[in-house]
């Protein structure tokens, strides 16, 4: 694992996913690994009223009820579509559930303009088709075919990012559940095995792109994800995601609470100068999701560490977040030199703390950015 840039999570959880494993005595549907007692536990993580003998990490941080209704999805014969604004965790609850589901969340076909009905079906390996003409062994099987001959979760990450002809691919996949190789003279249907599913998911802030049909949405049960706005929760997001930075780089570098808070109310504030925004010039082109959060903290750790006095600073925080969040110009920077001069310079002199430096260093970084 500490040969791997990011280690799916399957293989970074492996020896809690055995011990799960190990201690389950619940239902499980078809050639599910855990029961979806245990999959949920293994998602939102251990309590004291489980009575198990050691605790299991919250890895997906949300509403308890949005986590069951997906694992009760897939123990149906209904695809998943975690649907949700961008930055809401949804692929890292699909890599999460497939991996305590299957123990692999590997077979996943990302959509693109560029993605094509071979990737969600098959392909040929073209050199042995000239050799020996199409059979079973030239055949490139798909992450989605090769999960249904497994009896496994298959991922679609974006779908509605992908086009009509590939959306369409997966209506008979989901219906029939098998795909037709007419290539073939013989053993020319592949069948998905018991406990094959899909899990998709789709921005919501991609509508008119390329929406799905009404048959396609038929044939999944939508599962939105919302932003998370208690910011309780989202310290613990950003928290939690930091220290495995932390852990990742091998970096010694304490994240003081204070500056902490000063993350969370800054994008509390831009989320509601957003929502008050009348036209989108006035706002933001950043969805300002919890993922952007980690994000502008983990450019400013990084910096920290390797160009600062390894130490985090408010200075380099709020140098971090204008570099981040400027991504039109002159539009954003003109948002966030207001946003500054009108929140955040009377709240330096009202409250003091690291905001005067805060805001000392959002100004030096408009400056050089302008």
């Not at 799960?20 to 251990?46: A, I, Q, T």
């Not at 003998?53 to 694992?71: H, L, M, N, P, T």
């Not at 509601?272 to 969805?287: F, H, T």
Request: one cysteine or more; a negative charge.
């Amino acid at each position: 694992m500490s040969d791997l840039l990011r280690a799916p999570a399957e293989i970074k959880y492996a020896e809690e996913l055995d011990w799960l494993e190990s201690v389950d005595d619940g239902p499980k549907p078809f050639s599910w690994r855990l029961s979806p007692k245990m999959v949920r536990l293994f998602v939102l993580g251990s309590e004291r009223a489980d009575g198990l003998d050691r605790d299991v990490s919250q890895k997906w941080f949300g509403d308890r009820s949005i986590v069951e209704r997906a694992i009760v999805t897939l123990a149906s014969d209904r695809g998943l579509l975690l649907i949700g604004d961008p930055g809401t965790g949804k692929s890292w609850l699909a890599e999460l559930l497939a991996a305590a589901i299957c123990r692999n969340s590997t077979q996943v076909v990302q959509g693109t303009a560029g993605t094509t009905e071979d990737h969600i079906k098959y392909s040929w390996n073209v050199s042995m088709v000239i050799a020996k003409g199409q059979s079973r062994e030239s055949m490139i099987p798909s992450p989605i075919m090769t999960a249904m001959e497994t009896g496994t979760i298959g991922r679609v990450e974006e779908l509605t990012r992908s086009t009509s002809d590939v959306q369409d691919a997966l209506i008979s996949i989901l219906s029939e559940k098998y795909i037709s190789v007419p290539e073939l003279d013989s053993d020319n249907i592949v069948f998905a095995q018991p406990g094959f599913s899909v899990i998709a998911t789709a921005n919501s802030r991609d509508r008119g792109v390329n929406d799905l049909s009404s048959a396609l949405k038929r044939r999944f049960n939508f599962v939105r994800i919302p932003v998370v706005t208690n910011k309780k929760s989202e310290a613990e997001i950003v928290r939690f995601r930091t220290e495995e930075l932390l852990r990742r780089h091998q970096i010694e570098l304490d994240v003081p609470p204070t500056l902490l808070d000063v993350l969370l109310q800054s994008f509390a504030d831009l989320r509601a100068a957003s929502a008050a925004a009348a036209g989108d010039d006035e706002k933001l082109e950043s969805a300002l999701s919890t993922a952007e959060q980690i994000g502008v903290l983990e450019d400013a750790i990084l910096h920290s560490n390797f160009f600062g006095e390894r130490a985090l600073t408010a200075h380099t925080l709020a140098s971090s977040l204008v570099g981040s969040l400027a991504r039109r110009e002159p539009e954003d920077l003109a948002i966030l030199n207001k946003y500054l001069h009108g929140v955040v310079e009377p709240r330096s002199k009202e409250e003091g703390g690291s905001w005067p430096e805060f805001l000392e260093g959002g100004r030096d970084a408009i400056a050089t950015l302008s």
